[in-house]
């Protein structure tokens, strides 16, 4: 069939998903993520704004946090390199086109790994001896480019500020290693002074073990980025904020930054009640008057999440209502009382343009880094028309 479809090239991560035989109908269900290339781009300058003496890892981890690489690819195409944990991604954006450095945030997990890395001139990040080894003992064409990563008291990676002089001299010495880079991450970039381990504790512990020690450096992630310009050191590791998202410390708007997605879909039915009459499993919505509920095609099945509770905004025909009922795997019931018009066909937005993805996230408890890396395989992905 003929379609001027908008739909984005067939993601390649999703392939292994049981829709490749379907991929020739161009609507199997009105639930559509929309990605926003221009959104990325003026993210991405956003971050700079604020460290424009710092070079850029736009970081693409979880698929670049479930927009797609290959969009990822063309909204950061101005950063100055691309960060991410899996392996095969990496490999993906190197047959993306992708030219200018990728690094492994965490990264190798086994020996045979090294090799692909420098192949295909990936840089990798070393957290602990045992990569250490791996590292020591591979059979490379080519040095690689590390970074050695400080613990400087987030306590999940890295060599701890009294072992790192050690480790950095233990890579000095390997053939296999050409540059290293010094990095660290934080804890509680988006909270002024954690009682615990504060930002500020977390850069002297980065600044007096790494002292000396020749190497780029990189700290900040985007809340570090955004709150804290001050800190921005060589490069910056900004995520979340370059969808659009933000890590606390303030709105999207406050920030500038727009949505990277807009995850809109329609209304399939619609059902008028009474008083007394419940909806969805487990009657969890009792009508207190007569009221139009709307049934919404999205489910926990495309990662909405099913924890959200009635009251989670949402947008009909751009106008804001609630969620009501349990959310369904597939369905979502809504109160169409502010909305007396809506009928079945009616645009809903589940976040996104018009509806920060933080606010739907706050009102289900989790944060929008959670929502937008949990779309689901089913969801069409399409690009905007506004894209450059
Ligand atoms: C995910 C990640 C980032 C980006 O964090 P955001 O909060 O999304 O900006 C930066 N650095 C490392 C090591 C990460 O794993």
């Not at 900004?238 to 920030?255: D, K, R, V």
């Not at 879909?265 to 009221?291: C, K, L």
């Not at 343009?353 to 944060?367: F, M, R, S």
Request: net charge negative; aromatic share 6%.
């Amino acid at each position: 069939m003929a379609s001027t479809a908008v739909h984005a090239p067939v993601e390649w991560h999703r392939l292994p998903y049981n829709y490749e035989g379907c991929k020739n109908i161009v609507m199997p269900r009105p639930l559509i993520a929309t990605i926003d290339i221009a959104a990325m781009q003026h993210n991405l300058a956003i971050a700079k704004q604020h460290a424009p003496a710092a070079k850029v890892w736009a970081i693409v981890k979880a698929n670049g946090y479930g927009h797609g690489l290959a969009h990822a690819v063309r909204g950061f195409a101005a950063a100055d390199g691309l960060g991410l944990i899996e392996l095969d991604g990496a490999v993906r954006l190197r047959e993306l086109g992708w030219q200018k450095p990728i690094l492994l945030l965490e990264g190798f997990f086994h020996a045979e790994d090294v090799a692909l890395l420098a192949q295909h001139r990936v840089q990798t990040a070393i957290h602990c001896n045992e990569q250490m080894t791996m590292l020591e003992q591979a059979k490379l064409d080519a040095p690689l480019d590390v970074h050695l990563k400080m613990n400087s008291g987030m306590n999940r990676l890295g060599f701890v500020p009294s072992a790192f002089r050690a480790a950095y001299a233990r890579l000095r010495a390997m053939g296999n290693v050409r540059n290293i880079s010094l990095i660290t991450h934080f804890a509680n970039a988006e909270c002024d002074d954690h009682p615990q381990i504060s930002l500020t504790e977390q850069v002297r512990r980065f600044q007096d073990g790494s002292a000396g020690l020749a190497g780029e450096r990189s700290l900040s992630n985007s809340a570090a980025d955004l709150l804290h310009p001050e800190i921005a050191t060589d490069w910056v590791r900004p995520g979340i904020m370059l969808y659009g998202g933000t890590p606390g410390g303030g709105t999207a708007a406050e920030f500038g930054l727009l949505p990277a997605m807009t995850l809109a879909s329609e209304i399939i039915g619609v059902q008028d009640i009474v008083a007394a009459d419940a909806v969805g499993y487990g009657s969890r919505f009792v009508a207190m008057h007569p009221m139009k509920i709307g049934v919404v095609a999205c489910g926990y099945a495309d990662g909405y999440p099913r924890h959200a509770p009635g009251g989670t905004p949402i947008l009909v025909d751009g106008v804001m209502t609630r969620i009501v009922g349990q959310v369904s795997m597939d369905m979502i019931t809504v109160d169409l009382s502010p909305i007396p018009n809506a009928r079945i066909g009616s645009k809903v937005t589940l976040w996104g343009d018009g509806l920060p993805i933080d606010a739907v996230a706050h009102a289900a408890g989790t944060l929008g880094y959670e929502l937008m890396c949990a779309v689901a395989p089913r969801v069409r992905i399409v690009e905007a028309r506004t894209a450059t």
